[in-house]
């Protein structure tokens, strides 16, 4: 189905390297979680997957197509790949109510107004936000804000979803809460996962295979088992 | 916070509505004891007739305004299009160019009989003398008002609400319709209501170009009015209540605001316009030509030339200058000018200071009231204005036909300029630097000296060069007030015309252009960018 495939990716901004030699491998239907510490280059992986960012090199694949080739110039616009993405700011529309910012994806894909209406109320109800659908964003909470985004990328049922610190804003209940139902959506409808997080606990409960980034380079990769006891999270557990 | 200098706050108010409120409050003063003048003139079919010509024109122009504005603003924010750096500066450019001179610039393209653009046919194709010539000439003036604010609207969003909409699977013109657009309509709708306002108050460019067009606008009506002897001071302040409440209009209008905070500053996508890119890349540069390079080139071309309309080389010269500046009316006129401007900027900077410094280091009842009275002068249209001050100061302190109520008008009309531009700088300030300096027992004018103006100081001299600049290129209330052996560089330029001759209007012109550039150049440098194009 659709797997990604990174080779070789680099990138920098205004001369200062952000990440390189960037090779990642998330199977088909996996849910593969990005730890790193604060400003290594995860939410610029991220980002060049969903077409947000060109690389400087390497080239990445989405399934069958070739999303983007630096050698060769190809690229496929953002919109057109099939990904969703959750936003670490979350990007919630200031002018939409909640309703309108979660079904905005199906209104995009031209679905019919009920059906849209209806899927979202299920999906609000989901992410524990049903009740809330006509108020707009600056009456929302900041964690209120975090489950429209996270909702609004769930309701697509995209092939690839592309998270980023979607759950940062929330009490530690609502986190494994909310970690639990989007595990079981995924594996009702079957999208791969590329998950980014700071919280290894979170990392080592949900995901399939870890990977973890030190200054814009992989520094380990591996299932949970096989990291658990890798350095680099160790130490993170000692400071922290 | 402490307790403010009381006799600070009446000295700061007495100075603001003497200044600018008086006058305002005699023009309505007189249309009120006007009785059956006020409805009379203010129904009259002529009253009517400028009334629908200003409505016509600042609709047309606002609408120009936002087609040219707000696609470039978007263009050069937002997509991949080359020399966008080029783009910015230059598409701003107008912003500082007056008005009047745009006029001047467009009568020497596009004058039926003489203009550079009519040169290649017999008979005039382009006649800069008409509403849709006038409303060319304001729409490429004040197109910079909406590219501006909708660039810093578009700017100062979350570049990841538009990410997120395409991430949803909308294309680019889809984030543009769905998010850009929505998020962009309250800066569309207030900087369109801005061009309304100025369209509807300007004075300058009507007067050049209705004229000889034969159509009458508000402003120009008041002014023929004015210069009427009998009942003329209160039929044309009967008119200035018309055309006030007109101006004001877009204040109604407000466009609701979202709080838009940015998240992380990441770099918005930049849209790839593909095999547009070229294409766009043209119209900009096409933009750029008409709003800036043709006039301006024009205008230059048009001092440099013997005789007007002529391109062969033998016609060109340099001696126009020497001559134009030479003669001892336009040299006194600069002189005039130029120590009036730099007088009233000072003095405007010393009383925005205190305005500013009231309104956002002290809780006194009353400090909004102040900074929205010293800015009511600003929205209001110079000719009203320059009525009011006439009507003030004819007695029983005498100053109408003296250089002073010159100087009364520019400080009273350009105070605000500066009160805001020392509000941001003096908001800026942490409390507990002055406070510091209080605890080490300095007070009054030795704690301004030595902590708040080294502290604010960019502020300062920006909001000296933003009163100095349009102060130096003022032209209605000028004209307006001027007097016999009273006159201004703007009031040369508008004589000039009168007499035409636009070769010497052309010098006088070029010398203003270079000195508003020059001095913007300064603004920009002094300011790090923050003011100034
Ligand atoms: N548009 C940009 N321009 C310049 N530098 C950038 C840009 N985006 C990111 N960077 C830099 O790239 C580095 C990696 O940024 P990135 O946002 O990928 O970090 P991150 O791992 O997501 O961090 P965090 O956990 O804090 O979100 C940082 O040093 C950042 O300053
Ligand atoms: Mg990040």
New interface residues.
């Given amino acids: 189905m659709t797997a990604i495939h990174c080779r070789g990716l680099a990138k920098s901004f205004d001369g200062t390297v952000v990440l390189r030699d960037f090779d990642l491998v998330v199977e088909s239907g996996a849910f593969v979680s990005l730890l790193g510490a604060s400003g290594c280059g995860k939410t610029t992986a991220l980002r060049l997957v969903a077409g947000l960012e060109t690389p400087d090199a390497g080239r990445i694949e989405v399934g069958e197509r070739v999303v983007v080739d630096a050698a060769t110039g190809a690229f496929i616009a953002p919109e057109a790949r099939r990904i969703g993405m959750v936003f670490q700011s979350y990007a919630v529309w200031p002018h939409m109510t909640v309703l309108e910012n979660v079904a905005y994806p199906l209104r995009v894909r031209g679905v019919a107004k009920a059906q849209r209406e209806s899927e979202t109320r299920r999906i609000l109800a989901v992410v524990g936000l049903d009740g809330l659908e006509e108020r707009k964003p600056a009456q929302l909470s900041g964690g209120q804000q975090q489950r429209v985004a996270l909702a609004r990328g769930l309701i697509m049922e995209p092939d690839v979803l592309l998270l980023d610190e979607p759950l940062s804003n929330l009490d530690a209940k609502l986190r494994v809460r909310m970690r639990r139902d989007i595990r079981r959506i995924q594996q009702e409808t079957g999208f791969t996962v590329l998950y980014v997080t700071h919280d290894q606990e979170e990392a080592l409960a949900i995901s399939d295979r870890l990977v973890i980034l030190e200054g814009g380079e992989i520094l380990a990769q591996g299932t949970p088992d096989e990291l658990r006891d890798h350095p680099f999270l160790a130490s993170e557990e000692a400071s922290a | 916070m402490r307790r403010p200098g009381r006799v600070r706050f009446w000295l700061a108010l007495g100075a603001v509505v003497v200044l600018g409120i008086l006058p305002l409050a005699l023009v309505v003063k007189k249309a009120a004891g006007a009785g059956d003048i006020f409805w009379e003139t203010v129904t009259s079919a002529d009253a009517l007739d400028a009334l629908f010509a200003t409505l016509r024109l600042a609709l047309g122009t606002t609408l120009v305004a936002l087609l040219l504005g707000a696609p470039s603003a978007w263009l050069t924010t937002r997509t991949d299009v080359p020399w966008k750096g080029f783009f910015r500066t230059t598409l701003t450019l107008p912003y500082i160019v007056p008005p009047y001179i745009a006029a001047l610039a467009w009568i020497t393209l596009a004058d039926p009989a003489i203009g550079f653009l009519n040169a290649p046919f017999d008979s005039g194709v382009f006649d800069i003398f008409s509403m849709h010539g006038l409303t060319w000439v304001m729409g490429l003036s004040f197109y910079p008002y909406v590219f501006l604010t909708v660039r810093a609207a578009l700017e100062s969003a979350?570049p990841?609400?538009e990410?997120?909409?395409?991430?949803?699977?909308?294309?680019?013109w889809?984030v543009v319709k769905?998010?850009a657009f929505?998020?962009a309509r309250p800066a569309l709708i207030s900087s369109g209501g801005l061009v309304f306002m100025a369209t509807a108050s300007a004075f300058g460019a009507p007067v050049l170009i209705g004229n000889r067009a034969g159509i009458d606008f508000l402003s120009t009506r008041i002014f023929d009015l004015w210069s009427d002897d009998l009942g003329g001071i209160a039929r044309a302040s009967s008119l200035s209540c018309l055309l006030f409440a007109f101006a004001l209009i877009p204040m109604l209008l407000r466009g609701r605001h979202?709080?838009?905070l940015t998240?992380?500053a990441?770099q918005p996508?930049l849209v790839?316009l593909g095999r547009a890119r070229r294409p766009v890349q043209v119209g900009l540069l096409l933009l750029v030509l008409l709003a800036v390079f043709l006039p301006l080139g024009a205008i230059a071309l048009t001092a440099c030339l013997r005789v007007a309309g002529d391109l062969s080389p033998s016609n060109f010269t340099l001696s126009k200058f020497a001559d134009v500046l030479g003669a001892s009316e336009n040299g006194r006129a600069l002189w005039t000018s130029l120590w009036l401007a730099a007088a009233a900027a000072t003095i405007a900077v010393a009383l925005g200071f205190l305005i500013a410094w009231l309104q956002v280091k002290t809780r006194r009842r009353g400090r909004h009231l102040l900074a929205g009275l010293a800015a009511l002068p600003l929205a209001t249209p110079g000719t009203v204005l320059a009525l009011g001050l006439f009507l003030l100061w004819v007695g029983p302190v005498r100053l109408v036909y003296t250089v002073w109520i010159l100087l009364v008008a520019y400080v009273a009309k350009h105070m605000a300029l500066a009160a805001r531009a020392l509000a941001e700088g003096i908001g800026a300030v942490d409390d507990a630097l002055p406070d510091a300096a209080r605890m080490s027992g300095a007070k009054g004018w030795f704690l301004f000296r030595t902590v708040w103006a080294p502290l604010v100081l960019p502020s300062i001299v920006a909001g000296w060069f933003l009163v100095f600049m349009p102060s130096f290129s003022e032209l209605t209330m000028s004209v307006i007030l001027m007097g016999p052996d009273l006159e201004t560089i703007g009031t040369r330029m508008y004589v000039m015309r009168e007499y035409k001759s636009p070769t010497s209007a052309s010098v006088l012109a070029t010398v203003v252009l270079g000195l508003v550039i020059g001095s913007n150049l300064i603004l920009r440098k002094l300011s790090g960018g923050r003011y100034g194009v």
């Fill in positions: 979350d990841s609400l990410d997120a909409a395409r991430m949803s699977g909308a294309g680019p889809r769905d998010v929505p998020l979202h709080a838009v998240g992380q990441s996508t790839r």
